[in-house]
């Protein structure tokens, strides 16, 4: 299996994650997402992803984009270490979580609409960051009261094994360490996040850890 | 069940239809994104939902937020007409395509998204309809690509029965029609949507037909 990946994109991250927790082996196609004015603009990136996003999987030929596409697929073709709970209601939890965070606070924050800020819209710099910032801690509020408002929530975001969520979380928190979000608000998000870090699936995921780290 | 909805949620608007293609009896709750400075950010919503967004599904008292996790709840609770294909690799196209739509384009146009743009950035509703736009017709280009780029594409996103991707297709072109997006550029999804639109389950679905449309 090939991924392509960019060391500091969270998608890719959640996908680097999900794959060491299931014990599976990869190579790392580096794709500069800054140089070349953005490698995954270029026609040959975009054959194997139209979006021209990262992560992609290529297992064997079969292109996949889309990390939680991507994770859902590995969850079902390797069984060990689901990714996912054993019943329905914690399935819909586990994707719930995971979504808050795909969904519904990482795409306002991915470069391309960074870059629209400043561009097409010329906004400052300063205004560009309270943007990353205002829905970053949107989203980490919203995903706060989700794990503190439920009993199913445990060592991870759901019981006590990682899940799809966790592989969310932690790119996440990346991002939001790294732009300077205040994470004090978020105590059980910062809770899993420890716990997660713990483990080396995790931390071999870590951009830093990447073969095209800087 | 009971769904809150809103009548023009695009996210809304895919559960319904998930619902209808599936056969599914429910209560529509509105909750209107516009009243009362946001219904769905009073705190008798926050309940219910604390990312504070429509929709939500209540299944008798089991409460999931999030449009695709509802969906693939739905699908794995009531196996008649469904909504995922039956390969793993059928599965990752289609959430890779409805992720593209879900994730990766309608989050850019959502309310809370517009109004900060008007409001903490203090935009023209000229600039907003430009981001409107922009992101519409980038997102409405990668399914297009997507969608001709493969032989798995028939009557519908995946095959000749309709998926999850057809519950983001169908809401994703409401949308840009509403917004004034030029659809030629896409024939191949303008060809689906008239394929979907001839099924009473998508007509049921639709936001005009809805017990709080205006």
Redesign the interface.
Known sequence: MKLHTYFRSSAAYRVRIALNLKGLDYDSVPVHLLRDGGQQLLPAY?KLN????VPTLDDDG?L???S???I??LD??HRQSPLLPAT??G???V??LA??V???T???GNL??LK?LTG??G?SDQ?KL??QQ?WLA?GMA?LE??LT?SSDTGIYCHGDTPTVADCCLVPQVFSAQRFGVDTTPYPAIMRIHAACSALPAFQRAHPAQQPDAE
Do not use: C, F, K, N
């Not at 139209?50 to 996003?53: D, E, F, R, V």
């Open positions: 975009r139209p979006s021209a996003l079969a996949i984009g889309q939680l596409a991507i859902e697929y079902e073709m329905a209601l399935r819909a939890r994707r719930m979504l808050t795909a969904a519904d990482h795409p306002l391309r609409v629209y097409e819209m906004q205004v309270a943007w205002h949107t919203a009261a989700l408002g």
